[in-house]
């Protein structure tokens, strides 16, 4: 796949994972809507990966390390917030973490978090 069709299919994939998150939450699936918000912050790391460095975006799903990758400046909150979003991916795919997060994912914590996501997701869109 050529850059300009990696990128495309990183954007247009997180733009699907987006419509999906939100679906999620209203239905009130918060475990899996952050899941997915996790999913859609880790494709724009990989598009801003191809973007800037030219090369195939690394298969990790830690959000941190992705961002360093990518040569992004974080701050120490922003390093604190996506590693615990990258958490999410780990705490609702594997089930001897599912049913704490599960717990933890409520209407409250979902809210503060997608906000969070939602501010991060405005900033590496200005990255790109």
Known sequence: MD?????????????HDQETAESL???KQYSW??????????????????????KSAPTSHDLVYLANFAGLSLSKTQEK????????????RYEDYKHAFYKK??????IKWIKIIKDILIWLQKQN
């Open 3 to 15: 850059k300009d069709n990696a990128i495309k299919y990183w954007l247009e994939s997180a733009g």
């Open 25 to 27: 939450f209203v239905s």
């Open 33 to 54: 809507c952050l899941f997915i918000w996790q999913l859609v912050l880790e494709k724009h790391l990989k598009a801003i990966i191809v973007t800037k460095l030219d």
């Open 81 to 92: 917030n996506l590693s615990e979003i990258t958490s999410f991916n780990i705490k609702a």
């Open 105 to 110: 994912a409520t209407l409250s914590y979902s």
